[in-house]
Structure formats: C-alpha cells, structure tokens
C-alpha cells in the first residue's frame, strides 16, 4: 500500500508542476507527412535511405488543442494505397481523432501520447468509397457514422515535438491496435498489437495561440 502511495504522490509531483507551467490553452495547426512503409519493413531493409524520397510520404493535416496537459489531435491524410493481394489500386483517405495527454519539457520539447479511432476511407477507380474496419473488411453501411466509429480500429500515437517559437517542429508514431469499441470488452486487444507495424511521420505546426 505505501508502495503505491508513494507511486502516486510522485506521479503528482511530476504532473503538477508541468501542468502549472503550461499555457492554459494552446492551439496549433499544420502538415504532416506519414512514412508509406512500416517500422518493420523499414528495419527488415536495413537502410533509412529510402526515407529521404518524398514520392514515399502520405501527406496530410494535423490540428492539436492542447488544455493544460490534456490534449485531443486530429490528423487527416490522403495518399493511395495498393491491395498486396489483388493489386487493386485505391484512393485512401484516413482520419485519426486521439485524446489524451501532452507535457512541456524544459521549455523546448514536448511529448504527447493519445489514442482515438482511426477512420479509413478506400475508393476504387470507379469512385466508390468504403470504410475499412479493424479486421480489414468493409462496414456494411459505412454511411452510418455509428457502424463506421464502433467497427474502425482504434489507434495510439505518439509525438515528439520541438519548439522553435511559435513553431513546432517534429516526430510522431502511429500503430493502429486490433482494439475497437464493437468489442469495447476486449481491452487486452489494446496492447496486443506488433511494434514494427506502426508507421513514423514528421509534423511542422504552428501555434494559432
């Protein structure tokens, strides 16, 4: 019990002064570009040498609020995706809405973790469009926001930021989890999934206020 005690009293200890330090809000708004191939593949290469080509790269947008130390991201990408299996080429568009924390450091770097669900829109060249589920099928009717919320895999990420003024200039992580709140009971599924499948990408934002 005094183990835990004393746990917790140093999680506030540390917590307390950051959140009082930081701004009461801060809104932050800009691009971000998503690495196309996963951390494994690019460990299985061996080389980051590919990482320097920009036709590789998802572009996107990426909005931050931040209020004291809770924060909720949302970031939208558009690229094109090809099916490994039929090479079928699609248009795939992806939304990503993560709550949850984000502290300042000494001033010039800031870190943040979150998780939400990720949102995958794939349409084919005849213009039909379907949101892809956790299991990597389709949602019956995917016009419906509640089957495309409770089927969509939830995603973590998390972000390493620099502060250049009103600028921030950095690194993120996203690993979509096998977790979806269809099956909100299953939160073993959270943490379940691999390391290497996530994918790095780089945000430069700015701060509105």
Do not use: H
């Not at 269809?182 to 390391?195: H, I, P, Q, T």
């Amino acid at each position: 019990m005094k183990k835990k005690s004393m746990v917790l009293l140093l999680i506030v200890c540390v917590m307390l002064p950051t959140a009082l330090s930081a701004a009461v809000v801060d809104l932050s708004l800009g691009a971000t570009a998503q690495y196309n191939q996963t951390l494994g593949q690019i460990k299985d290469a061996d080389s980051f040498d590919g990482m320097g080509d920009f036709k590789k790269y998802t572009l996107g947008a990426d909005l931050r609020v931040k209020l004291l130390i809770a924060e909720v991201d949302v970031v939208g990408t558009f690229g094109n995706y090809t099916d490994e299996v039929t090479l079928d080429e699609y248009t795939e568009i992806s939304a990503l809405t993560t709550a949850g924390i984000s502290m300042d450091l000494l001033g010039f770097m800031r870190l943040g973790f979150g998780m939400g669900p990720r949102f995958r829109v794939l349409i084919d060249d005849a213009g039909k469009a379907n949101i892809i589920a956790a299991d990597g099928s389709g949602v019956d009717s995917w016009q419906n926001f509640g089957d495309a919320f409770v089927q969509s895999p939830v995603a973590v990420r998390a972000t390493v930021d620099f502060n250049l003024g009103n600028i921030m200039l950095g690194l993120n992580y996203t690993l979509d989890t096998e977790y979806t709140f269809k099956n909100a009971a299953e939160v073993n599924k959270l943490f379940s999934g691999d390391l290497d499948n996530g994918k790095v990408g780089v945000s430069l934002l700015f701060s509105l206020f």
